[in-house]
C-alpha cells in the first residue's frame, strides 16, 4: 500500500515537470499532501467521536443527544487538539477543495484554506507555503492534481496515517533532491547517514539541537530512535534553526505532519549572525551543515564567544559550525556533524591551529570517515565528527572508524549504509564507551582503532582514519614474506608450465587443419 501511495504522488509531482522545476513544484505538491493529510485525520476523528458519543459503555458518550447537539459537539476543537490532530475549518476541508477543483480560482482556494488551518492552529503560523494562486500552470493542471490527490486515503487510524505520511514525505523530499541535484541538498540528508549520527548519539532524552536543521529529518530519526528503544514521543525537547525560509517552512510541516513539538526560533535567520537560541545548551546536537561555505563571515563575529579554540578562517564556515555547536552542548552532551573530509586535515587559514586545539581539549570523542556516493548532490567525500564537553569516558582518547568500504550501492550513482551496517558502527563506540551491555572493545585493524591524544599530536592533528586504524587483516597473516614469495614463485610456475602444455596442443590441432606456424 505504501508503495502504491508514493507512486501515485510522485506521479503527481511528475505531471507539473514540464511546466515548472523541482524547487518549485515540490511546495505545491508537499502542500497539496498537507491539506489532504490533515483533512484526513480531521475526518477520521470525526467518525470515532460520533460513533463514540452513540456508544453508552464509552466516557465519550452523550446520553439522549439530538442530531443536532452532536454536530455541535463535534465542533469542540479539544476532542482533536487532545489526540494531536489540527483542527480544520470547513471551508479548508478536502472535500470543499475537491467541489472546487474545476473552478479557475482553486489556486486562491487553496491559499485561503491554507490561511484558515493557520488561524485554528497557532504551531503552524506563518508555517504553510501560500504560492498555489500565483503559480505559473496552465488553466486546469492545477485541478488535476487536486483530483489525483483526492485517490489517496490516508486512513482512519490517525497514528498510522501520521506514519505513512511521514515515511512518504521523506521519500518525497529525497526524490527532490535527486531531481534538484546540486539545489537539493538544502533540504535533505540521506536517511542512513542521519540513522548513522543517531545510531552514536543514542538521543534518548532531553534538548536536542539542529543549528541547520533543514527539512527536520535529524529530529524525526531521533523520535524513531527514542520510540524503538522504549522511549515514548516526547521525551526530547526539540530546537532547530534554518537560514532559507522556505526550507523552515519544510521542517515544521514535516514535524507537524508527525505530531512532533518543536521549537523553530523566531522566524528563519543565519544561524551565526542571529543566533535564536543563544542561551540554550544542549544534551544532543544532530547537523549537517553546508560543506566549505566561503561567504558566511561578518565582521560582528571576529572574537566571539562561540569561537573558544580560536577564530574560524573567513573563507571557510567548516570551524564555525564545529566551534558553535560545542558553545552549545550542556556539561556531558555530545555532537555529531557531518563535514566535507577536508576538515579533518586542513592546515590553511588558522584551521589546523583550531583543530590541534580541539583534540588537545579533549573535545573530539569520535571520527567516521564515510564512503563516497552517499550524497544526492555532491561527491565531496564526507566524515562525521563526534564532539563532546566534558568527557566522561575513554579521556584522553579519540576513537577512529573507516567505514569508506562498507556502503553498498542501490543505483548506478547512489550508495548507503545498511541498518546492519550503522548497527556495528553504534554497537562499536557504544562498546568503547564501556555502555551497560555492549560488549567488549576491541581495536579491529582496517576499520577502529582507540588512538591516544599524544599519537595524534605526533601526525599534527591529522583526524583522517585511515592514518590510524591501519590495513585490513589478511587471510595466513603469520606466514612471513618469504614462505608466501615461494609458494607464489611455484604456482607461477605450474600456471606457466601448463600454459605451454596447452599451447602446443592448440598449435598440433591447427596444424593438422593446414594452418602453418
Known amino acids: 500500500m505504501l508503495d502504491d501511495i508514493k507512486k501515485t504522488l510522485w506521479a503527481t509531482a511528475d505531471k507539473l515537470r514540464a511546466n515548472m522545476d523541482a524547487a518549485e513544484y515540490k511546495h505545491l505538491v508537499l502542500g497539496l499532501i498537507f491539506v489532504k493529510f490533515i483533512s484526513d485525520t480531521f475526518a477520521a476523528r470525526r467518525v470515532e467521536l460520533t460513533r463514540r458519543f452513540a456508544a453508552p459503555a464509552d466516557d465519550y458518550f452523550l446520553a439522549g443527544a439530538t442530531p443536532a447537539q452532536v454536530k455541535a459537539e463535534l465542533e469542540d476543537r479539544d476532542y482533536y487538539r487532545e489526540v494531536n490532530v489540527f483542527w480544520v475549518p470547513e471551508a479548508a476541508r478536502w472535500e470543499a477543495l475537491r467541489a472546487a477543483a474545476k473552478q479557475t480560482d482553486i489556486g486562491k482556494r487553496i491559499d485561503d484554506a491554507l490561511s484558515l488551518i493557520e488561524a485554528e492552529n497557532p504551531k503552524l503560523k506563518g508555517i504553510l507555503d501560500k504560492r498555489f494562486a500565483r503559480a505559473q500552470l496552465p488553466d486546469g493542471k492545477l485541478g488535476e492534481l487536486v483530483d489525483l490527490v483526492s485517490t489517496i486515503g490516508f486512513g482512519e487510524d490517525a497514528s498510522t496515517a501520521r506514519d505513512v505520511l511521514g515515511q512518504v514525505y521523506e521519500y518525497f523530499l529525497g526524490m527532490f533532491a535527486s531531481a534538484e541535484g546540486k539545489r537539493g541538498g538544502q533540504f535533505y540528508t540521506p536517511r542512513s547517514i542521519v540513522k548513522t549520527l543517531v545510531a552514536v548519539l543514542a538521543p534518548h532524552h532531553g534538548k536536542v539541537y539542529d543549528p541547520c536543521c533543514g527539512s527536520g529529518g535529524m529530529f524525526v530519526q531521533s523520535e524513531q530512535f527514542i520510540e524503538s528503544h522504549g522511549g515514548k514521543l516526547g521525551d526530547v525537547a526539540i530546537f532547530g534553526q534554518e537560514a532559507n525560509p522556505t526550507t ?220 590510524y586504524v591501519g590495513a585490513e587483516a589478511v587471510e595466513d597473516d603469520d606466514e612471513d614474506f618469504a614462505t608466501k614469495m615461494l609458494a607464489l614463485t611455484e604456482k607461477l610456475g605450474e600456471q606457466m608450465a601448463k600454459g605451454a602444455e596447452l599451447d602446443a596442443v592448440i598449435r598440433e590441432k591447427l596444424g593438422g587443419l593446414g594452418y602453418a606456424f
Open 248 to 467: 523552515w517552512r519544510l521542517a515544521a510541516m514535516n514535524l507537524a505532519i508527525r505530531g512532533i513539538d518543536f521549537n523553530l526560533g523566531k522566524e528563519p535567520a543565519d544561524t551565526f549572525t542571529r543566533d535564536q537560541f543563544p542561551d540554550l545548551r544542549a544534551d544532543f546536537i544532530l547537523a549537517n551543515p553546508p560543506f566549505n561555505v566561503s561567504d558566511w563571515w561578518n565582521a560582528s563575529l571576529t572574537g566571539d564567544a562561540r569561537w573558544a579554540y580560536g577564530d574560524p578562517p573567513a573563507g571557510n564556515a567548516n570551524y564555525g559550525w564545529l566551534q558553535h555547536m560545542q558553545h552549545h552542548l550542556k556539561d556531558g552532551g555530545r555532537a555529531g556533524i557531518v563535514l566535507a573530509n577536508g576538515s579533518m586535515s586542513s592546515s590553511q587559514n588558522n584551521e589546523g591551529v583550531i583543530r590541534a586545539a580541539m583534540v588537545d581539549a579533549d573535545v573530539v570523542e569520535v571520527m567516521i570517515a564515510l564512503p563516497g556516493q552517499l550524497f544526492f548532490n555532491t561527491q565531496i567525500p564526507a566524515c562525521l565528527w563526534f564532539l563532546t564537553k566534558g568527557k566522561q569516558a575513554r579521556i584522553g582518547e579519540v576513537l577512529f572508524i573507516d567505514a569508506r568500504k562498507l556502503a553498498t550501492m542501490i543505483s548506478r550513482v547512489q550508495c548507503e549504509l545498511t541498518d546492519e551496517v550503522i548497527e556495528r558502527i553504534g554497537g562499536t563506540v557504544a562498546a568503547w564507551r564501556g555502555d551497560k551491555g555492549a560488549g567488549e572493545y576491541a581495536d579491529v585493524a582496517g576499520y577502529c582503532r582507540s588512538v591516544k591524544l599524544t599519537e595524534i599530536a605526533e601526525h599534527g592533528h591529522v583526524l583522517t582514519p585511515g592514518r
